[in-house]
């Protein structure tokens, strides 16, 4: 049996770690660490888009992946340093299900999302497709930590997480989407993080905290 | 041309009011903006009606039967909202609710967020379509919270999270679709998520990849719909932001994600030649409906019971285009007209009544007829007419609807009927004592100005006893062009 | 089963039973030196089992027979774990006996056996480290069988010298999934041979003991035999993992006797290497709570499911 080329090697190793750090994630408690975690993230998102383009020598990957190092790597895990610093969020309250349960759902999903890209990937024609499986679970797992936890903060660097994933999905799918799409996507991102700036600020003045405990008055039916 | 001035006034309005917005007379410019980009709106439709569909800046842009008429509608919306917002943002800032900073923000957003909306509907590029979804729900989120209340703060959280977790879901969704378009329409990149593209090539797109892609981009969109069970953000936003974006978003923006869900159909539908897109429409449509009527009747806040209803609307609007074919989809056209219309001057009035009564609890506004005719007429109307009492719209659209699914759907015929009922006897039993009422309180001296409400609820009433020919044939092209099982 | 092949196979146990208590002097001389203490020989360990053959041993009054037996089995389940594993050589003929699986139920006896004699005195001490020592045995076997899967499934046999042989012959390549299992490995070594962070060898603090607390009641030649049974069970998870994750140099069949003579300082250099490793992870992280250890054990096995589940996806 013949190993892969060193590329593709790199690939599916840097895919393995998205993984990984999704897990990661799923456990870590600590704000600060969630956010770095998310920087990794990015980074490895970056440098497997790296690769892509290398191997298919198409220029919007490159753009693409300096847009990844802007702006997931280096911009908003600054901003969200600030904002804890700023804030003084540093620790996630004990999740909604214990930290061994989230990680036996997480087990479930990883199979459930391989189940789902085997399809797919069968009629793929990139040479990435294998990674499609978990980039999908990548999306899930951020889902699932979206669910467990209760600071804002999480929530947002979950959300963050679940974006990469998108963008890794579209990456071992088609080789990216096409760039007034990234662009646009990329803008909305950004946005997004400078509108959440605005409403902890809000949130905190408040509540004094930001805990989202407090955010659970509103009900279906009152 | 008329496309850029329809897309560019509202930014530049949005522009301008950023850097004005504070000024005396920011409230007129929103109206002249508005205004403009109404008129540009009209100029794009009679353009569209004598020329037929129009295809420009590099095809990125599609103006068709479908979408010109929600064009309209939008700007004309837009228009009818800020003429109502003008006076309705002058109480609240007297009653020192907002400072000079947060009318600009509100006058700047609301232009922004009226621009995202037009992208949305015009744009032919799929990808572009999620970007302006998921602008429209940014530019909404901190009017939602412009109180600044600890209850507004939890609708906008909430509205943020569930609708960008949902707008991650139709981006997926969107990607599979690229996905399969990609091995037909070939790796360029380009063409490949232009709608009119993979509409033409529809027949030839991979039918697995799209039924997975349009169960995210349903769920996806959905959530920006309202669907039941994805719809929990949606009565807290209306209740606890300003009044004239309640209307705006259940008036516009629930139309806007119906039509990307709907322009997505399309293609799946023609890749899959099977019922499951429907299917899943129309289920998720009845849970909407059954559950919104159920939730309507527990409602104590006045902002929210019109919330749900707009639930149950989406709900029937949903289900009808799940049904297909020319008559619903022309129902479900025509439904999307009339709610947005009634809605939006339901609440108007609605803002009024509990701007005079300085609360939003039903229990505690009463007799809104002794203390403003106008307010309570209106209310009472706009309430009547969405119940779908003859001779207003709703009850023609609603009417439609029905007997098309006495024929393709009987088995919803008695679900839906039974909801409606409910919903019937839940809003008139709540909007009843609050219009006829006994107050102490005085009667207002001066009446207030009313015309958006009367202005909305005479074109409803008037498409009810008679649509206009060539709005008829502008539907018929629109349901030929949605098609159906 | 050529005379190369006995050969092999008497040398490896022989040289298992010799080196492990030089390897757990090791790693304890490395620990003191990253500690910044005087550290022990390497041979400390030999002179303390000396000490402990040369005196007489003591049993309670309530004993029963099992209680006798005991370290002779633990020791003898031990010895034959070091015959199976390939740590020199792959052409064991004791191997055909045993695969990777079967080595698992092994290590499983001896922890039964070990269990069972703590509890016959009746003491409280030796009660409390057999039930810790069941609940980490209960976590950590589902994560080392994962492990052992993702290996068999790369080189599609069970075997382990077999495995050995298969991921020797493949050209170098990056494999995330084994990378994944080695963590989780580690992770399992440290629980099941009582070292930090899961346990401290080298305190008897009632609190926090398991290993220890289940040995209280042993003296002379049994406690001998047990702590040279707990020395070999680290040497032989060093040479599993090497079997699995580090198989270049292990001797072939075909090599000859040559091919022996360079496995033998090959061992060596990778026996160092683990044990300097070893003793950096004991000494920068920090000891667990006990009811934290089932948390440290999900996660071993979590990784190894990951492991075998991205085998699956990538196919590598």
């Keep these: ?94 999740p909604v299900i214990n930290p061994s349960g989230t990680m036996l759902i997480g087990l479930l999903i990883v199979v459930f999302s391989f189940g789902l890209a085997q399809p797919l990937a069968a009629l793929a024609s990139t ?29 947002v660097v979950a959300f963050l997480s679940m974006e990469n994933g998108l963008f890794f999905g579209a990456m071992s799918a088609t080789y990216g989407m096409p760039m007034v799409v990234e662009l646009g996507v990329a803008l909305d991102v950004l946005v997004a993080m400078l509108v959440l700036g605005v409403f902890f600020f809000q949130i905190r003045e408040q509540f004094d905290s930001l805990d989202l405990h407090h955010l659970e008055s509103l009900k279906e039916v009152e | 041309m008329e496309l850029l001035l329809l897309l560019g006034t509202p930014v530049l309005g949005a522009l301008v009011l950023w850097a004005f917005g504070a000024h005396r007379r920011a409230a007129e410019l929103n109206v002249l903006f508005s205004a403009t980009t109404f008129a540009a709106a009209c100029a794009l439709t009679v353009q569209v009606i004598a020329r037929g569909p129009v295809l420009v800046l590099h095809e990125q842009f599609l103006i068709d039967a479908f979408n010109v008429f929600l064009v309209t509608l939008t700007a004309f919306v837009g228009l009818t909202t800020a003429l109502f917002s003008r006076p309705y943002m002058r109480i609240e800032a007297e009653h020192g609710r907002v400072g000079a900073p947060r009318l600009r923000l509100y006058h700047s957003m609301y232009q922004l967020f009226t621009a995202t909306m037009l992208v949305a ?5 799929l990808g572009l379509l999620w970007v302006a979804m998921e602008a429209a729900t940014l530019s909404t989120v901190l ?16 509205y943020f999270i569930l609708c960008g977790v949902g707008i991650a879901q139709a981006l997926f969704g969107t990607m599979l679709i690229y996905f399969a378009a990609e091995r ?51 009565p807290d936003a209306h209740a606890e932001g300003p009044t004239p974006i309640s209307a705006v978003l259940s008036g516009l923006l629930l139309n806007v994600a119906i039509y990307a869900v709907v322009r997505c159909k399309i293609l799946v539908e023609g890749s899959l030649r099977s019922a499951l897109p429907s299917q899943m429409m129309m289920g998720f449509g009845l849970v909407s409906v059954v559950l919104a009527s159920l939730f309507l009747w527990r409602q104590r806040d006045i902002k929210r019971l019109f919330a749900y209803s707009s639930i149950e609307h989406m709900g029937i609007i949903t289900f009808a285009f799940g049904m297909g074919g020319p008559v619903a989809n022309f129902a479900a056209l025509l439904h999307m007209t009339v709610h947005s219309l009634t809605k939006s001057a339901i609440f108007f009035a609605v803002g009024h009544a509990a701007q005079k009564a300085g609360t939003q609890l039903i229990d505690n506004i009463r007799g809104l007829l002794t203390l403003s005719p106008t307010v309570g007429w209106g209310l009472m109307l706009g309430s009547l007419a969405i119940l779908g009492l003859p001779p207003f719209g709703v009850f023609a659209s609603e009417f439609l609807i ?48 009313l015309l958006p409400v009367f202005a909305h609820l005479a074109i409803v009433l008037l498409l009810g006893l008679y649509v206009p020919p060539y709005l008829a044939g502008w539907y018929r092209d629109a349901a030929r062009l949605i098609g159906g099982p | 089963m050529t005379p190369l092949d006995i050969t092999t196979q008497l040398l490896q ?26 550290a022990p020989s390497v041979l400390q360990p030999y002179r303390g089992l000396r000490k402990l053959l040369i005196k007489e041993s003591v049993l309670a009054e309530n004993a029963s027979s099992l209680f006798r037996f005991a370290p002779y089995i633990v020791f003898g389940t031990m010895v034959a774990a070091a015959a199976i594993i390939p740590s020199m050589g792959t052409g064991l003929p004791m191997s055909l006996a045993a695969d990777g699986i079967a080595l698992v139920g092994l290590l499983a006896t001896a922890r039964v056996f070990l269990s069972l004699a703590a509890m016959d005195v009746g003491t409280a001490f ?7 020592e069941m609940m980490v045995g209960f976590l950590a076997e589902p994560a080392l069988l994962m492990t052992l899967f993702v290996a068999a499934m790369i080189s599609h046999t069970t075997s382990l010298p077999l495995i050995a042989a298969e991921l020797t012959n493949r050209a170098p390549a990056l494999y995330p999934s084994l990378a994944f299992t080695a963590v989780a490995f580690t992770m399992v070594l440290l629980a099941e041979n009582a070292r930090i962070p899961v346990d401290n060898p080298a305190t008897h603090l009632e609190l926090t003991m398991i290993h220890e607390a289940m040995l209280l009641e042993y003296s002379g030649r049994h406690l001998a035999l047990m702590e040279w049974a707990a020395a070999l069970k680290l040497f032989n998870y060093a040479c599993i993992g090497f079997a699995l994750f580090l198989p270049w140099g292990t001797s072939r069949e075909a090599w000859g006797p040559a091919g022996l003579a360079l496995a033998a300082p090959l061992l060596l250099l990778k026996l160092a290497l683990a044990g300097g490793a070893l003793a950096l992870i004991e000494t920068v992280s920090a000891k667990l709570r006990v009811f934290r250890a089932p948390e440290f054990l999900a996660t071993a096995f979590l990784l190894a499911v990951l492991g075998l589940l991205v085998h699956l996806l990538l196919g590598d």
Aim: proline share 5%; glycine share 6%.
């Design chain 2, 121 to 125: 509907l015009t744009t032919n590029n």
């Design chain 1, 1 to 94: 049996m013949n190993p892969l080329p060193l590329d593709l090697q790199l690939l599916n190793a840097c895919a393995s770690l998205l993984l990984l750090l999704s897990f990661s994630m799923l456990a870590q408690r600590r704000v600060v660490n969630l956010v770095n975690l998310l920087a990794l993230q990015g980074a490895l998102l970056c440098f497997a888009t790296v690769l892509v383009a290398l191997r298919t020598g198409q220029a919007h990957l490159y753009l693409s992946a300096a847009l990844t190092l802007a702006l997931k790597v280096i911009g908003l895990p600054l901003l969200l340093h600030r904002l804890i610093r700023r804030l003084g969020v540093y620790w996630d309250a004990e």
């Design chain 1, 127 to 155: 040479a990435t497709r294998s990674t499609l499986g978990i980039a999908i679970a990548v999306i899930l797992l951020a889902f699932l930590a979206m669910i467990t936890r209760r600071k804002a903060m999480s929530q």
């Design chain 2, 184 to 234: 037909v329409l070939g790796a360029a990149g380009v063409t490949a998520l232009l709608w009119t593209h993979l509409n033409a090539v529809k027949g030839q797109l991979e039918p697995a990849v799209l039924s997975l892609a349009f169960v995210f981009l349903l769920v996806g969109y959905g959530t920006k719909v309202g669907l039941a069970p994805l719809h929990n953000w949606l």
């Design chain 2, 402 to 449: 029905l007997t098309t699914a006495m024929k393709q759907q009987p088995w919803a015929t008695p679900v839906l009927l039974l909801a409606l009922a409910i919903a019937f006897a839940a809003i008139f039993g709540k909007v009843q004592p609050m219009v006829f009422g006994d107050t102490e309180a005085r009667r207002l001296p001066h009446p207030p100005a």
């Design chain 3, 13 to 38: 146990v022989l040289c298992a039973l010799a080196l492990a208590p030089a390897f757990l002097g090791w790693v304890n001389q490395c620990r003191a030196w990253l500690q910044n203490r005087a």
């Design chain 3, 126 to 132: 030796g009660t409390l480290g057999a039930r810790r």
């Design chain 2, 143 to 158: 009017l939602v919270t412009l109180y600044r209340t600890p209850a507004s703060l939890e609708a906008g959280w909430k």
